[in-house]
């Protein structure tokens, strides 16, 4: 992959903007300058369930969605109404993981416990070795 480039055409980079899906905790001017939008805290937002203890996330759940900021141009007719600058929607897309699978969860019971386990064995050795 090439990095992003600036050219003549487009000094400032790509005319792109990145938010939550549906405009989630975005300001409301973005939500009301498009229609069929309706943001749900439990279907657009970014969460992390992080285990203290490690600083690995058990669940982990990436939503986000892409905007393509669009100028006013009056020298065509279909864009001669619309706003000075609209961000307008194209694509919203979630990855990751609900809840850790069994294997993950069988490791972290033994990560939690290890510690505890090896004290005792390290004490019993040393008890046993004098």
């Known amino acids: 992959m090439e990095p992003c480039k600036r050219s003549p055409a487009l000094p400032k980079g790509a005319p792109i903007a990145l938010s939550y899906p549906h405009f989630y905790q975005a300001d409301p001017s973005f939500l009301s300058a ?3 939008l309706s943001p749900d805290k439990e279907k657009h937002q970014f969460y992390v369930d992080v ?4 600083g690995f996330p058990l669940a982990i ?6 905007n393509v900021i669009i100028k006013r141009d009056t020298d065509i007719e279909m864009m001669s109404n619309f706003a000075e600058e609209l961000i307008l929607p194209f694509l919203w897309a979630q990855d990751g993981f609900s809840e850790p699978s069994d294997e993950m969860a069988e490791a972290i019971k033994f990560g939690l416990s290890a510690p505890s386990k090896l004290s005792m064995l390290g004490g019993a050795c040393l008890l046993v070795v004098g």
């Open 34 to 36: 498009v229609s069929g």
């Open 51 to 54: 285990v203290p203890q490690f």
């Open 61 to 66: 759940r990436p939503r986000f969605q892409l």
